[in-house]
């Protein structure tokens, strides 16, 4: 059964860090792009940070660039999302995400309302918060 597990959310103060880990079980994440993505309470889910494991081709959205950065491990099957100088506006439940095609654009798999991701994890919450 293909699977998707992330960790590392919680608490933390404007300014502060979290480092996202989300690990594939049950195949390998070699052919796949994987994305972050994030929804917040009333809100759509939008996707964060995207990286194609092939390559290591990155995408971001508008609002993390110069403050969140994807990698990928490929020995560990895990890809990380690494948030540094986080704002109140970053909080919300944090999606693992994965698509397996290889002509589909890093950029297309973020968009979650193109129906790119066929395996999602269950979540992680991240707040916020002085």
């Known amino acids: 059964q293909l699977q998707l597990v992330e960790s590392g959310g919680g608490l933390v103060q404007p300014g502060g860090s979290l480092r996202l880990r989300c690990t594939g079980s049950?195949?390998?994440?070699?052919?796949?792009?994987i994305g972050w993505f994030r929804q917040a309470p009333g809100k759509e889910r939008e996707g964060v940070s995207c990286i194609r494991r092939s390559d290591g081709y990155t995408y971001y959205t508008v609002s993390v660039k110069g403050r969140f950065t994807i990698s990928r491990d490929n020995d560990e099957n895990t890809v990380y999302l690494q948030m540094n100088s986080l704002k109140p506006e970053d909080t919300g439940v944090y999606y693992c995400?994965?698509?397996?095609?290889?002509?589909?654009?890093?950029?297309?798999?973020?968009?979650?309302?193109?129906?790119?991701?066929?395996?999602w994890g269950q979540g992680t919450p991240v707040t916020v918060s002085s």
């Open positions: 049950g195949f390998t994440l070699d052919d796949y792009i």
């Open positions: 995400a994965a698509h397996r095609g290889p002509k589909t654009t890093v950029q297309a798999v973020c968009q979650p309302d193109w129906g790119y991701v066929e395996v």
